[in-house]
């Protein structure tokens, strides 16, 4: 599998590519398509995907990386 994830700046992370997801118990969720946002900002009402609410909310998170890369 190879998927590519891109953390938006002020929103979701985007999934392109062939990827699985699944429940923390070992379930399938099925996406429903081959590109998918995922929330970051915790309060969409569709988790794991975005709805949007980010926007609302005023939700800051940076584009790349927000720590130093472990060591």
Known sequence: ???T???YPDG???VR???EMQTPG???????RGTIALCRC???AT???C???HKVIRFHAEAGRETPPPR
């Open 51 to 53: 709805d949007g609410t």
């Open 1 to 3: 599998m190879s998927a």
């Open 42 to 44: 915790g309060k969409s």
């Open 5 to 7: 994830i891109v953390p």
């Open 17 to 19: 590519g062939d990827f």
């Open 26 to 32: 070992g379930e399938p969720i099925e996406p429903g």
């Open 47 to 49: 988790k794991p995907f």
């Open 12 to 14: 979701p992370l985007i």
